[in-house]
């Protein structure tokens, strides 16, 4: 290609690195990472995600999503008065997790972010390789993964005294949610995907998703521009469920129909919204009898997935759940 034909950026008329093919919009490395981060302050604002003197904990994984997610949230949340900390959880996957969970907490340590963390095996007893050893066939890999990983999640933001758990949950990952929540026929699962936190459950703090506008693709050259270090490497297990089949879909669709993503968020949004209007309501909040924690079933799917893999159920100290309210009753 000759220097005359090569694409300017849209913006400033500078050599453009990246096209953004469903808006026609080319950008150079600075316009770009101007526009990503003013798009995720938006949506911030437009899903009412963060209030002011939040304690924000950022699920930080040591991928891209929320390596980015991190630096982001830096960079606004003096604008609401709030501080950030890192929750990072080693699963506990051989030859895998080792490098994410180095990368978390040493780019945490050096961005000045206190990081708290928690393995798999320190809260349950076993690893998420002994998992997928002991279910077979009875549930996906991350099925059971997703599941422990958010329990784990929510003892960290507990611990931490955090208000708010921001996950890097970009447009991508929420569009591949709502299809598989089709193919299952569970409609009423999608009004969870909307991006404004409705009402938590009583006792856990707000889960948010700053990047949910964003496409995979824009994140990854995000980081990549910025110079932000993150874990390249795929989780081994990921291939085991439908969710691959569908990113591969989806991606093969936006090639040849750049924007379909977008319908299919904002496809999301309306089905959620009608879900909401036509009187649906949070389910009934039950406390587990095993381990105490507010669920929407008894026992919960988290002691459920333990007592399937130990054969009965275990309730370590640091899972166990103590409602606030009641501990201020007792003068603890």
Request: aromatic share 6%; proline share 4%; charged share 30%.
């Amino acid at each position: 290609m000759t220097e005359d034909s090569t694409p300017r950026c849209s913006r400033c008329g500078k050599r453009a690195t990246y096209h953004q093919a469903y808006s026609g919009t080319y950008f150079c490395d600075d316009c770009f990472v101007k526009y990503l981060e003013r798009k995720v302050a938006r949506t911030i604002a437009k899903f009412e995600m963060l209030h002011a003197h939040d304690r924000i904990g950022v699920a930080l994984s040591g991928g891209k999503d929320s390596m980015m997610l991190l630096h982001i949230l830096l960079k606004l949340a003096p604008r609401h008065r709030s501080d950030v900390v890192a929750l990072t959880v080693d699963e506990g996957i051989i030859g895998y997790r080792e490098r994410g969970v180095r990368l978390a907490v040493d780019s945490s340590r050096r961005l000045g972010v206190q990081v708290y963390t928690v393995s798999f095996k320190e809260l349950y007893g076993f690893t998420m390789d002994d998992v997928v050893n002991e279910i077979g066939s009875k549930m996906t890999p991350c099925s059971a993964c997703g599941t422990l990983r958010r329990r784990a999640i929510d003892v960290l933001a507990k611990e931490a005294g955090v208000t708010v758990v921001a996950t890097g949950h970009n447009l991508d990952d929420i569009v591949q949610t709502f299809l598989i929540n089709l193919m299952n026929g569970d409609i009423k699962r999608i009004a969870w995907l909307h991006p404004k936190m409705w009402r938590p459950l009583h006792g856990r703090p707000r889960r948010v998703q700053p990047l949910a506008e964003l496409l995979d693709d824009e994140v990854l050259h995000y980081v990549k521009v910025d110079g932000i270090p993150f874990q390249d490497e795929k989780c081994p297990y990921r291939s085991r469920g439908i969710r691959s089949r569908i990113r591969e879909m989806l991606n093969d669709l936006e090639r040849e129909s750049p924007g379909i993503k977008h319908v299919l968020f904002k496809s999301m949004l309306k089905i959620s919204e009608g879900i909401r209007k036509e009187g649906w309501t949070t389910p009934e909040v039950k406390k587990c009898h095993i381990c105490g924690w507010p669920s929407t079933s008894d026992p919960c799917n988290v002691c459920r997935i333990v007592t399937s893999i130990v054969g009965q159920p275990i309730n370590m100290k640091r899972l166990e759940y103590e409602d606030a309210e009641a501990r201020e009753g007792s003068g603890g």
